[in-house]
């Protein structure tokens, strides 16, 4: 049950029934994993996808996977700089976050010895991020998203990991998950017209972590080279950096503390564009990807305890970006009330200016509980 849903449609109460299905069948050398759900909610409108579908084979030192696969970069805590393969659908009604990823069509090569691998990897289909789209401003159409003639990807990534620092360092080849606003060909009775688009990029990343006494501490960075036509609507290139660590203190708590920081080149500041439609649209194009400032910085904050001898858990997390000042706020609170039987209770906030990136989606701050059987 939740108090709002995750797109901007203003629907409210929004009751929810889904299923979730997993298996991981293996014989010998050869294996495979699949996930897939359905869910319906009061409107009758139903949700399906295969988030996963892939099969393995390992011989020796190496491996080959294909298939549909949820591939998760990135050393950091939730802000992940490096994790550009698979997409989330932010619009599905999920207490987990895990639970919005979305797998796209792969082609994975692996070599591993000792502590290190090397993944190569190709992606035939894309699979974007879904983001809340409002789609009935007066005025203004909404075209469909613009058309790819290629989807093939590339990345290739050697890790390190099992020493006391583990590392990484990533390259990726291929479309952005995250959209651009551009303008379009206004049809008849509208003022304007605007459609998702999504360029392709370069990214370069890398990423450590280790310990430090009851310390542990992460670091991850990338630099996104955003190819094509350079136009007020599209995302600058990038550097964005994650720092910052962990501790769990007597009693059961964790707290966890990062500093973000990002910075664009060659900014334009969309305020300033003279034409009042195109720096509407540039605008919102800079929000839904943070660049409406050219440096940004910001935090996370979260801290857990387990109760109950693990069988529950509370938590409090928190985004804060300081420039343009919007925070999300996400408190959580999961219980076992019996073997497969879990009871979550939680609630998303947002909060800050009407153009930011959270304070655009204010309006789908929600409260939510979730009572999940297992099988």
Do not use: C
């Not at 639970?99 to 190709?122: E, H």
């Amino acid at each position: 049950m939740w108090t709002h849903d995750r797109d901007l449609n203003g629907e409210t109460v929004v009751p929810m029934m889904g299923v979730r299905a997993r298996i991981s069948p293996r014989l010998g050398a050869v294996s495979g994993r699949a996930e897939a759900y359905a869910q319906i909610d009061r409107t009758g409108r139903w949700r399906t996808d295969l988030v996963e579908g892939w099969g393995r084979l390992v011989a020796g030192e190496f491996e080959l996977r294909a298939g549909r696969q949820i591939i998760v970069w990135g050393r950091a805590d939730r802000l992940n700089p490096t994790d550009n393969l698979s997409g989330r659908d932010y619009t599905l009604l999920a207490a987990s976050d895990d639970d919005q990823r979305q797998g796209p069509a792969t082609v994975q090569a692996r070599w591993g010895r000792g502590n290190l691998t090397l993944d190569a990897i190709w992606l035939p289909e894309f699979r974007p991020n879904i983001f809340p789209l409002e789609r009935t401003r007066p005025g203004i159409a909404i075209l469909p998203d613009a058309m790819r003639q290629s989807a093939s990807q590339f990345a290739l990534k050697l890790d390190s990991s099992g020493s006391a620092v583990d590392w990484s360092v990533s390259w990726f080849r291929g479309i952005d998950r995250n959209r651009d606003f551009t303008i379009g060909p206004v049809p008849q009775g509208s003022v304007a017209a605007i459609q998702q688009s999504y360029p392709d990029i370069n990214v370069f990343g890398a990423d450590l972590a280790g310990t430090l006494g009851s310390l542990g501490w992460r670091f991850e960075a990338a630099y996104t080279d955003v190819m094509g036509s350079d136009t007020v609507y599209v995302k600058n290139d990038n550097l964005w950096i994650v720092a910052g660590g962990d501790v769990n203190i007597s009693g059961g708590w964790n707290i966890n503390l990062q500093y973000s920081l990002r910075v664009i080149f060659n900014y334009t500041d969309p305020q300033r564009i003279l034409d009042p439609i195109a720096r509407g649209i540039a605008t919102l194009s800079a929000a839904v990807n943070n660049q409406l400032d050219q440096v940004q910085n910001g935090v996370t904050f979260r801290v857990a305890r387990r109760f109950a001898g693990d069988s529950a858990e509370a938590e409090i997390a928190l985004i804060h970006f300081v420039e343009p000042g919007d925070t999300a706020i996400r408190p959580r609170i999961t219980t076992s009330i019996k073997d497969g039987l879990r009871l979550a209770i939680g609630a998303d906030i947002f909060t800050g200016p009407s153009a930011s990136y959270f304070g655009r989606v204010r309006s789908l701050s929600t409260g939510w509980l979730q009572l999940t059987a297992g099988f």
